[in-house]
């Protein structure tokens, strides 16, 4: 049995809903049917995105589906001192440069790419004269990737066409997504991360970000994403409501179900006693990534019958 750590990260932008629940449960089975650690990391390094109470309402929510972390809860927001030793790490092995560049500059340099405009690269060799340093790169030394997602199977990746050298400490001082990402799940020794396909993109500059680091990559499986109706991904904006606390076990099984779990009744009705203990002992022991969906999950298929 090879050691296993995972982690859930949510952003604390809003309440859990059938979604983000989804995205926990395939997480927390993942680890637990390796026998593995599972910690809980809330993602808040972004000040205008977190939704004061909602870290919280989200804790209170694992627990009524019985989905218990170890050790303590991180806060991201909590991390800065670490997210600078790790930038102090990359400026040491020479892996970053600053970047006077606007995100206007950087769009009218006319280079487009999979996700947005490409780099163009002008502070690489020194920012120009007269300019002033906003934010802070990550040089992508590497052009090509390649990955065997677990679930998805090898993968390859252009990082130049995603953007090429990228922000890792944005112009207000906020350190990027990727660079806090990577420097704690290292900081938490994560084996292995599991995470919707919507994330798929960040897979080449969190590898890079690994490579100038040191540090070798965790596994990765992306998995589906639940959609709504309109056939985006379902959040907030897109109609979700939170997931209920009470009776849990009811979506519990109806998630089990849609997520490949043999034997589960989509309809239970869920008020035994004990019935989420036993529903995840059962999803623990038949968990398997490959009886994942293949597409998106419709919302539609979370909702009670009837
Ligand atoms: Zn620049």
Request: with cysteine.
């Amino acid at each position: 049995m090879t050691a296993y750590t995972g982690r859930f990260a949510p952003t604390p932008s809003g309440p859990l809903h059938a979604g983000s629940l989804t995205a926990a449960v395939i997480s927390w089975l993942d680890a637990r049917s390796r026998h593995g650690r599972w910690h809980l990391r809330i993602d808040d390094v972004d000040p205008p995105r977190t939704v004061a109470g909602a870290a919280d309402d989200i804790l209170r929510t694992l627990e009524a589906y019985g989905l218990g972390w170890d050790g303590p809860v991180i806060r991201q927001s909590e991390r800065e001192p670490a997210h600078r030793e790790g930038l102090a790490r990359l400026e040491a092995r020479d892996r970053v440069f600053a970047c006077a560049c606007s995100r206007q500059e950087v769009a009218a340099a006319g280079l487009a790419g999979l996700e947005g405009p490409i780099y163009p690269g002008t502070c690489r060799p020194g920012i120009p004269a007269g300019r002033k340093g906003r934010s802070i790169r990550l040089r992508a030394d590497q052009q090509h990737w390649t990955v065997t997602d677990r679930g998805l199977g090898p993968i390859g990746f252009d990082l130049h066409l995603l953007g090429g050298d990228f922000v890792i400490r944005r112009a207000d001082g906020v350190f990027a997504y990727q660079l806090a990402t990577v420097v704690d799940d290292i900081a938490l020794g994560v084996t292995d991360v599991v995470r919707g396909i919507d994330l798929l993109g960040s897979v080449p500059r969190q590898l890079q970000l690994y490579q100038a680091l040191g540090h070798p990559p965790p596994r990765y499986l992306h998995h589906p994403v639940v959609i709504a109706a309109s056939r985006l991904k379902l959040a907030k904006s897109t109609g979700a409501v939170p997931a209920p606390r009470e009776r849990p076990a009811a979506l519990l099984a109806r998630i089990l179900n849609t997520i490949g779990i043999p034997g589960i009744d989509p309809g239970f009705g869920g008020s035994e006693p004990g019935a989420i203990d036993d529903l995840l002992e059962h999803g623990r022991r038949h968990w398997n990534p490959e009886r994942l969906p293949a597409g998106p999950i419709p919302e539609a298929r979370l909702r009670p019958p009837g």
